[in-house]
């Protein structure tokens, strides 16, 4: 709808577009936006600004006409006269123009006359004769007293030769012609931010505010002629008001035309009311991303506009703009913008403070660093009887870097380790005051979320931890949008970050991060290479990483630059529940009785801890055994006592068996159960006893033999030297394989089942006595040759026959005999040490007469003691554990053997002997020994 003038009337003057028309504002009424009107001068032109048609540059005069207009009338009110309007005049109206003379305020300036008595407009006719009355009639005065139309143009007439005679405005010999340039286009923006920081004063420069996109983005001109030098006068470019973000105005122009966002016409009212078409100081802070629009803060001699569009819900915050804000420019809009969400004015209307599932603040000790930004407290008075009472709070607005995930190959972001370790050595164990601020659902997971809680927290005399990441380089402050909740002193986070970008540390610093490479020694073999550094070490310096169980760790030792897996040497804890991961991957073994009370006990008292260890072994799967330290000075004690004092471990039961458990433990260990304190107080924990052998007492006798089957390193077969049976069942069978060829026949197979196996001897296939072991893959038949002691899988159709029952062992005894070397234990054959027992004694028996002293019989396996020649020189059993190789049995195995045996002297020498023999590789460590403890997986 086209507004209509009345024919005289006040307005104000909103903007000026020309040196001869300006954009009247008149009053708003119920709360509609007020009318605007384009109004001309009557009977005068100026000359033509730059626009796009004229390749943006001025007619001769036309800016300083402008400029001379602007200032003088911009944001006041003005007396109008209409001369024409309506279909005649098109989009604009055309008229008069008074305002009280600025020396004189009982006389009425014609601003039209004044204009071109000033050289800035001229008369349409020049020198005519005075025209008639105006198309409507109205004969009212030029200049609101009453004088003719006649007496209007013989004023302009007047005006404009005294213009001429005094050569002003456009009639001066070099009128102003302004080029007017384009940020990002004639000149970078950049530069002008450069430029007004070093050339002109105070820092800030002067524009002009040429238009109003929405509430916080305007098209400024540089009119500062300190910047005239830099060929930057005039110079056109669109600000960003730093600190404050105002809805976007729609445009009705575009195809389907856009609304205006809630709130944005009143904002932008509000500002060009207060900033249009005003020339003003601006600090440039900045540019954007696009390095075209430049951000500031526009300095109004009432005050601070963005504090006031704030105040009124107008705008919110600008997280990504208020960052390159001096730190002292913050407060008062943080101020102005809680005012309006408390009073929910503009567009925080709907706002509603967050809500929060627990307190907004507590107290609490720090068990745990997750990630450089995430940890895990227990609040004051809380017993930690159970994960859940844990709370894990997240720093808020802080952004640590993130840790890297080895199985998806995602490689740890620069300063993760840094920033976690600092966070640790800052919180870990000591009392945190926390303030929560929000809470955030936080993806977990493919579909799982996660509800966290993000506040400051305070240790000691550090009022914000999430600070002194942010000050040391190691962690930025989040980008929040601008609706997103924030920590309350997001703003001095901010200006720590802004320090410390100018400092360049670390994050912020130009040089290449290199990550400290860390030697990983839970792979067995690397931490078998590095076991005898650490033991040679004494006590060292570490840092729980992580928790398995109450007694088994994961360490970080500075001195050496590598993790390890760290058991305490004399104790056992009960096993805990599975995490989620283990039970994931059908891991999880079942939780034992206070299990999970002995990890959490480690977890409250020693988790990323620093701490100090004294590596005396490691096993064969790797893990450092030994002994761990707490506190410092008065407050050291060994962890190993505590947990059994405590009932959350008992013991190891080897260590008792060996006489190796220190006599402490053991006392310690009394006083729980007596107390019946954790473990003890649920049942008696029963020792795991050897089970008992049946075993078959024999006299003591010498035989001569000979090996036939070596199957470990104490394990074998052997044939008595001399035996008739042995010659009974070669020529036997034998005879059997003459009369029945080489060629198979069907038999019943099972288990126990004693056939003819055929075996090549290596000058031809014969048939021996065997006995089927098991079935196999493909037609395949396992078999024990009976009177050698050797195993083979033959086939069953080509390689067995049914024996003939003159030749079964109930008429001929099995020839070969298994035995075990008395007293003693070896390595499997899957590990070196295995191996290396049964190759050695190979070389010692193998081919050759031996004496075994036979002391009896157990589960089918004849105990003996082995001598290569002369009984008086060392045994087999004596030389094998003298280089580590085999070692003698748990103390109760062996006294029980003894017992069982008769503890004859020969077992009571034979003991003696292997005893010094241990001592002897164990001090010297060789073999078994080499890392200084007996690994446990021997013992199952």
Request: hydrophobic share 35%; charged share 25%.
């Amino acid at each position: 709808m086209v507004t209509v003038l009345p024919n005289r009337g006040t307005a104000k003057i909103k903007s000026v577009l020309s040196g001869d028309t300006v954009v009247l504002l008149g009053r708003s009424a119920g709360g509609a936006r007020a009318p605007e009107v384009t109004f001309t001068f009557e009977r005068v032109t100026a000359p033509r600004m730059a626009s796009k048609a004229n390749n943006n540059v001025d007619d001769p005069g036309a800016f300083s006409s402008r400029e001379w207009l602007r200032s003088l009338c911009v944001g006041k009110t003005v007396t109008f006269e209409t001369r024409k309007q309506g279909a005649a005049a098109g989009d604009r109206v055309y008229g008069l123009l008074f305002m009280p003379d600025p020396t004189d305020s009982t006389q009425q300036w014609n601003l039209s006359v004044e204009s071109v008595r000033r050289g800035f407009c001229t008369p349409k006719v020049l020198g005519g004769d005075a025209p008639d009355a105006d198309a409507n009639g109205d004969s009212g005065g030029a200049n609101g007293s009453g004088d003719s139309v006649e007496d209007y143009e013989t004023a302009l007439q007047t005006a404009y030769k005294e213009a001429q005679a005094a050569r002003a405005g456009v009639h001066s010999a070099n009128p102003l012609v302004r080029k007017l340039m384009n940020a990002g286009d004639e000149f970078e923006a950049m530069t002008l931010v450069d430029k007004v920081k070093r050339i002109c004063t105070g820092g800030s420069v002067t524009c002009v505010i040429e238009y109003i996109f929405d509430g916080s983005r305007f098209r400024c001109i540089v009119t500062d002629p300190e910047l005239e030098t830099a060929g930057l006068l005039y110079g056109s470019f669109t600000l960003i008001m730093a600190g404050v973000a105002c809805p976007r105005v729609g445009n009705p122009r575009l195809n389907p035309p856009t609304p205006s966002e809630p709130f944005a016409d009143q904002a932008r009212e509000f500002v060009e009311l207060r900033l249009l078409q005003r020339e003003l100081k601006v600090t440039l802070n900045g540019t954007d991303k696009s390095g075209v629009c430049l951000v500031g803060t526009v300095h109004h001699p009432r005050g601070n506009i963005g504090s006031e569009i704030l105040k009124n819900g107008l705008g919110r915050i600008s997280d990504w703009t208020i960052r390159m804000m001096s730190p002292g420019d913050v407060p008062p809009l943080r101020i102005a913008e809680n005012a309006a969400k408390r009073a929910n004015l503009g567009v925080f209307e709907n706002y509603t403070p967050p809500t929060l599932t627990g307190a907004s603040e507590f107290m609490g000790t720090v068990i745990e660093v997750i990630s450089g930004d995430t940890l895990m407290i227990l609040p004051s008075g809380e017993t930690y009887d159970d994960e859940s009472k844990l709370k894990k709070v997240s720093l808020a607005s802080i952004r640590a870097p993130r840790a890297g995930n080895e199985r998806t190959g995602k490689l740890d972001e620069p300063y993760a380790m840094e920033c976690k370790d600092r966070l640790r050595v800052l919180a870990v164990g000591k009392v945190a005051k926390v303030n929560i601020h929000y809470e955030k659902e936080i993806p977990m997971g493919p579909n799982g979320t996660e509800k966290r809680q993000f506040g400051t927290v305070s240790v000691g005399k550090r009022a914000d931890i999430g600070e002194v990441l942010i000050t040391e380089g190691l962690a930025t402050t989040q980008r929040h949008r601008d609706d997103d909740e924030k920590s309350i002193r997001y703003d001095e986070l901010v200006a720590a970050e802004s320090i410390t970008k100018a400092a360049s540390k670390g994050i912020h610093s130009d040089k290449d991060y290199k990550k400290k490479t860390t030697n990983d020694l839970s792979d067995p073999k690397k931490a078998k290479t590095y076991s005898g550094s650490l033991q040679r070490a004494g006590q060292t310096k570490a840092i729980v990483d992580y928790v398995f169980n109450g007694s088994r760790f994961k360490l970080y030792v500075p001195s050496e630059n590598c993790f390890v897996m760290f058991a305490l040497s004399n104790a056992r804890c009960p096993q805990p529940s599975p995490n989620k991961a283990a039970i994931s991957r059908g891991q999880g073994r079942a939780a034992e009785p206070f299990g999970d009370a002995s990890k959490r006990h480690s977890r409250l008292n020693v988790l990323q801890r620093q701490v100090e260890i004294v590596c005396t072994g490691v096993t064969n799967g790797g893990v450092m055994t030994g002994d761990l330290y707490v506190g410092q000075g008065g407050q050291r004690r060994n962890y190993c006592i505590e947990l059994v004092a405590s009932g959350l471990a008992t013991v190891d039961q080897r260590k008792i068996d060996y006489g190796e458990a220190p006599k402490v433990l053991i006392d310690s260990q009394t006083a729980a159960q007596n107390n019946k304190l954790g473990i003890w107080s649920v049942k008696k924990v029963v020792k795991d006893e050897p089970k008992s052998k049946s075993f078959a007492k024999a006299d003591e006798r010498v035989l001569d033999i000979q090996i036939s089957e070596i199957r470990s390193g104490n394990h074998f077969f052997f044939r008595t030297v001399g035996d008739e049976s042995a010659k009974v069942i070669d020529d036997g069978m034998k005879i059997f394989t003459d009369q029945n060829g080489a060629n198979g026949a069907p038999c019943e197979i099972k288990a126990g089942k004693l056939v003819a196996a055929l075996f090549n001897d290596g000058s031809s296939n014969s048939w021996y006595r065997a006995k089927v072991v098991e079935k196999t893959d493909k037609g395949k038949v396992k078999v024990l040759f009976v009177d050698h002691g050797n195993v083979a899988a033959v086939s069953a159709a080509t390689h067995l026959r049914p024996l003939d029952m003159t030749l079964g062992t109930d008429q001929i005894p099995a020839v070969a005999k298994e035995a075990v070397l008395a007293l003693t234990k070896v390595r499997p054959l899957e590990q070196d040490d295995g191996i290396d027992a049964a190759r050695m004694f190979q070389g010692m028996a193998w081919g050759k007469d031996l004496k075994a002293r036979v002391h009896g019989e157990a589960e089918g396996q004849v105990l003996v003691t082995l001598y290569d020649g002369d009984m008086d020189s060392p045994s087999i059993n004596e030389k094998l554990t003298r280089e580590g190789l085999a070692r003698v049995g748990r103390r109760d195995e062996t006294y029980a053997s003894l017992d069982r045996m008769g503890n004859s002297d020969s077992l009571a020498k034979l003991m003696k002997d292997l005893k010094k023999a241990q001592d002897k590789a164990r001090s010297t460590r060789k073999g078994m020994w080499i890392y200084g403890e007996i690994p446990e997986e021997d013992e199952d």
